[in-house]
Antibody, heavy 120, light 110 residues
Framework: QVTLRESGPALVKPTQTLTLTCTFSGFSLITNTMSVSWVRQPPGKALEWLGR???????WYSKSLKTRLTISKDTSKNQVFLRLTNMGPVDTATYYCGRLRTTSNSFDYWGRGTLVTVSS | QTVVTQEPSSSVSLGGTVTLTCGLT?????????PSWYQQTPGQVPRTLIY???TRSDGVPDRLSGSILGNKAALTITGAQADDESDYFC??????????FGGGTKLTVL
């Protein structure tokens, strides 16, 4: 059974750095075609693809966030991390992690999401 | 920068058929862009409907289908039901590991 769960702070202050953890089970991120991707969704708005880390250690970022975003993984702990610097009010969103299959570039499992609010 | 476009809203009569589309501001969507479709109701996690243009995810009824129509990816819903009323997002693979979601279509079932 594949599960993913996001964890991290619900509230961050402007200019702070957000760190989120995606803890997953039911698959290994060293298996061919596996990837874990981050997506966010501001309240009432569209989904936004942020980036992904692949089974072969490739990491890819949205062009719009590339300068602020770092994604990493700890394969031994089945965890993927998101680090987003210089947070501002526009970064207020529900952040999701999901398993993405690189061959089809589609999500097949999603975490429940975690709402992060940026406010002083 | 290329933007993925979707109709902001659409409507369909109960039992009717509707097609939602997913295009690019520059160029055409083809199967190589590996379009996928996701359904989301307010407050819920996205649900994967279609991947690789036209492959249904497990449990998705065959009244939902994906295709390429002209220069866009398309999601067609036939025999619309009340619980089809949702937001629908497409995801496009832009190459070099990068994907982009469309802005979403809010579907109303009348």
């Amino acid at each position: 059974q594949v599960t993913l769960r996001e964890s991290g702070p619900a509230l961050v202050k402007p200019t702070q750095t957000l760190t989120l953890t995606c803890t997953f089970s039911g698959f290994s991120l060293i298996t061919n075609t596996m990837s874990v991707s981050w997506v966010r969704q501001p309240p009432g708005k569209a989904l936004e693809w942020l980036g992904r880390v692949d089974w072969d250690d490739d990491i890819w970022y949205s062009k719009s966030l590339k300068t602020r975003l770092t994604i990493s993984k700890d394969t031994s702990k089945n965890q993927v991390f998101l680090r987003l610097t210089n947070m501002g009010p526009v970064d207020t969103a529900t952040y999701y992690c999901g398993r993405l299959r690189t061959t089809s570039n589609s999500f097949d499992y999603w975490g429940r999401g975690t709402l992060v609010t940026v406010s002083s | 920068q290329t933007v993925v476009t979707q109709e902001p809203s659409s409507s369909v009569s109960l039992g009717g058929t509707v097609t939602l589309t997913c295009g690019l501001t520059s160029g055409s969507v083809s199967t190589g862009y590996r379009p996928s479709w996701y359904q989301q109701t307010p407050g819920q996690v996205p649900r994967t409907l279609i991947y690789n243009t036209n492959t249904r995810s497990d449990g998705v009824p065959d009244r939902l289908s994906g295709s390429i129509l002209g220069n866009k990816a398309a999601l067609t819903i036939t025999g619309a039901q009340a619980d089809d009323e949702s937001d629908y997002f497409c995801l496009i693979y832009m190459g070099d590991g990068i994907s982009v979601f469309g802005g979403g279509t809010k579907l109303t079932v009348l």
